[in-house]
């Protein structure tokens, strides 16, 4: 599906056929025929976005005609639960006659709801987008830090199955958005530093700082979590250190009843109670004891002194 727009100094309006704004959405075989031939589209201008998902880009070039073309490939997180599973890209070419945007109809939607009365160019309409897009990252950042802090006040009360699985799902998705806001700084700061925006200065300069925003928290948070992470190790530690501990003193209270019980059933002569009608009871008696205060002394021993 194409959608014609125009883009002036009169804001955006949407038109029939033409537009210096072409909005390209799942487009047939056929649109992507019309598109190539009626503009200087690259080859793989369509498929840029599923052979790398995960990439940013950002090339000017200039065409045989020495007129000057810019392909752009930006990174939309479509989920804030699966951002890995839910991204998507933003394909754009720009010449001096026409802007051409492959994406999401959803993203320009948000966009033109937004942000519509603010676009007079088509510089401004790729900040805008970014914009947007920046403020996907920065959501699903603030969902990550409640995230966290669902984590952190978890351990407090001991650390189980659902904040082990919630602190791993969590450290993935930082991993995965770190990756992405590093690569697409580097387009941003490309597109800022290009004569692209040079009438938009205000808005790239905000643009950038949401960048750096993003890129600075999620650098944090990963931080945060790795420290939450440690502090479950040790706690996990302790726990099998304790049970360890149990353990061994379980099994060697059991073992000194044994080993009373053994001595007590040699045949040979000269043992104790030996000839005695209670002398099965004082041995149990006897076996109880020991295990009763070897137990006592076991327990109060304070092994981290």
């Not at 075989?29 to 200087?40: G, P, V």
């Not at 990439?55 to 930006?74: G, I």
């Not at 590093?182 to 800022?192: A, G, P, V």
């Not at 360890?244 to 003193?249: G, Y």
Request: proline content about 2%; overall charge negative; some cysteine.
């Amino acid at each position: 599906m194409i959608d014609y727009f125009s883009i002036s100094n009169e804001g955006v309006q949407k038109n029939i056929r033409e537009g210096n704004w072409l909005s390209v959405c799942n487009p047939t075989d056929r649109e992507k025929e019309q598109l190539h031939e009626a503009y200087e589209l690259p080859k793989n201008f369509f498929s840029l976005g599923e052979k790398y998902s995960n990439v940013s880009f950002f090339k000017k070039y200039q065409t045989e005609d020495e007129k000057p073309h810019c392909l752009m490939l930006f990174i939309n997180i479509d989920s804030i639960d699966e951002p890995e599973s839910r991204s998507s890209a933003v394909t754009v070419f720009l010449t001096q006659d026409v802007l051409i945007t492959m994406s999401e109809s959803s993203l320009i939607e948000e966009v033109l709801n937004n942000y519509k009365s603010e676009i007079f160019t088509k510089a401004g309409l790729i900040l805008h987008t970014l914009q947007i897009i920046n403020e996907h990252y920065l959501i699903f950042l603030k969902k990550q830090r409640e995230t966290i802090e669902e984590i952190s006040q978890g351990t407090s009360n001991g650390s189980n199955k659902n904040i082990l699985e919630k602190t791993t799902h969590t450290e993935k998705n930082l991993v995965y958005i770190d990756n992405l806001l590093k690569e697409q700084r580097k387009t941003i700061t490309h597109l800022l530093d290009s004569s692209l925006v040079a009438s938009d200065r205000d808005l790239a300069i905000e643009i950038e700082l949401q960048t750096k925003q993003a890129t600075t928290s999620v650098q944090i948070y990963r931080e945060m979590l790795s420290s939450i992470s440690g502090l479950i190790d040790s706690m996990m530690d302790n726990r099998l250190n304790q049970l360890m501990k149990f353990l061994n003193t379980a099994s060697l209270l059991l073992a000194l009843p044994t080993l009373i019980f053994s001595l007590w059933g040699i045949n040979t002569g000269g043992l104790l109670w030996r000839d005695s009608e209670i002398g099965s009871i004082m041995v149990v008696l006897l076996a109880l004891l020991v295990s009763i205060v070897s137990g006592i002394y076991l327990f109060k021993k304070d092994y981290d002194a």
